[in-house]
């Protein structure tokens, strides 16, 4: 049993009792609370729990001190709103305390342009957007192709392989060290680390040892990107690294502490949401035969299943925001300044007010899909054209290429202790084996 005592907006103390099991859950102690994310429960299958809060308390007060708001029309607003901001190292100290600062990894989640405000999110995003415009990402379209084919090539006489790791995996992580300009003599490295940072992001504190963890996971990181600042210094290359050095040499446009923070954000980011669209579409389809053999017989429906695909579970399941003034009235509420507004995503996209013909059914051909899985605002997901075009891809070449693949367990998947990033640990399949000539 852990006894946390967080802190709310304007002072306020809640006390909120979690127990810690080994894989890194968090459950309830006592009562239930109406939203508590990181349940076991509540991670194998968030949606009725979503559906509970829409219905029951869509503008709930969390036990650990923020709004949730899980109605598209109240998330959706918020993420547009100049009402709302990120606020994110006043919001950190007000939920651990004043010397939270102090710990490395979040001072360098600080400097990260997802947790800034204007101006400095204006700037950071700047130097790196074009490095993700239309153009650019469409282009990518052959060496995405090239490598998809690559890893199934690896694998396709074994006759069995786990799709996240083997597969899903491995193409977001090679175009991001792409884009970085990582050398390929480094890659195996990323290729055989694990993912262990998205509890990061997620609402419940983390604890003493869970702080430990990430301050060394970041260091480590750290180490291997100053390194990698200095081989492009010396050798400048056509990537996003040489970029941003050049910029953090012009000191008005990135200091040390933003250059390395930011690579470290765009590196996971790079990766962690392609590879959980890639596992939880194909989880989907398997559980949905119906749409599995429609979408094997039309895949020019492809690019529409990805959108529903992000729709009905969302690789990004919640983000947050600070009322930067007092909101007299969202959903009913009345929001304080300083207050945190959590919007759950996954429920937003389910929100039956916006898709009222059965939003919880999987649907490939469903018309006029807007997932907000990508965020909004100003802080709309940079790279969200790549990782559609990345899952596109992947998806459409397995089901060529391995028609009759199943996966193992499709009732019962092994999902990551995570609750923003909501994605698989594994997801055995198998086919059968070419008979030789």
Not at 419 to 436: M, Q, T
């Amino acid at each position: 049993m852990v006894t946390l005592q967080v802190s709310g907006g304007r002072g306020r103390r809640v006390r909120f009792d979690v127990e810690v099991t080994m894989n890194e859950h968090v459950q309830a102690a006592t009562s239930a609370p109406l939203f508590n994310p990181l349940s076991p429960d509540f991670i194998r299958d968030p949606y009725p729990h979503y559906e509970r809060l829409r219905s029951t308390d869509p503008m709930h007060l969390s036990p650990f001190g923020a709004f949730v708001a899980s109605r598209h029309a109240e998330a959706s607003l918020v993420l547009c709103d100049k009402r709302f901001g990120k606020d994110y190292v006043e919001r950190t100290k007000r939920r651990y305390g004043p010397e939270i600062m102090n710990e490395p990894v979040f001072r360098s989640m600080s400097h990260w342009m997802l947790q800034a405000d204007p101006p400095d999110h204006t700037r950071l995003r700047g130097l790196v957007v074009k490095a993700f415009t239309a153009r650019r990402v469409e282009d990518m379209r052959p060496r995405i192709q090239e490598i998809v084919d690559q890893t199934l090539d690896a694998v396709i006489d074994r006759g069995h392989m786990d799709l996240i790791e083997d597969f899903a995996f491995r193409l977001p992580i090679t175009i991001i060290c792409d884009m970085l300009g990582i050398p390929e003599e480094h890659r195996e490295v990323f290729y055989k680390s694990s993912r262990d940072g998205g509890r990061l992001l997620d609402p419940v504190p983390l604890t003493a040892e869970e702080i430990k963890q990430g301050n060394a996971g970041n260091l480590m990181a750290q180490m291997y990107f100053q390194q990698l600042f200095e081989l492009r210094r010396k050798n400048p290359g056509d990537d996003l690294t040489t970029q941003l050095v050049q910029a953090e040499e012009d000191g008005s446009k990135l200091t040390n502490e933003e250059l390395t923070a930011n690579i470290i954000l765009l590196f996971g980011a790079g990766h962690e949401t392609t590879v959980n669209l890639i596992g939880n579409g194909l989880l989907a389809l398997h559980r949905n035969p119906d749409q599995l053999a429609l979408l094997k017989a039309n895949p020019q429906l492809t690019s529409n299943a990805i959108e529903e695909f992000l729709r009905y579970d969302s690789s990004v399941q919640l983000t947050g925001r600070v009322a930067l003034e007092d909101i007299d009235d969202l959903g009913g509420k009345r929001i304080p300044k300083g207050e945190s507004v959590l919007c759950l995503l996954g429920s937003a996209n389910r929100d039956p007010v916006v898709y009222p013909d059965n939003p919880d059914r999987l649907d490939v051909t469903r018309q006029n899909v807007r997932p907000l899985s990508f965020g909004g605002g100003i802080h709309h997901c940079l790279g969200a054209q790549l990782a559609r075009i990345e899952a596109e891809i992947a998806i459409a070449t397995l089901l060529r290429r391995l028609p009759d693949l199943r996966v193992d367990d499709v009732d019962n998947p092994e999902w990551r202790p995570t609750f923003v990033l909501r994605g698989l640990k594994r997801l055995p399949a198998s086919w059968r084996r070419a008979l030789p000539d």
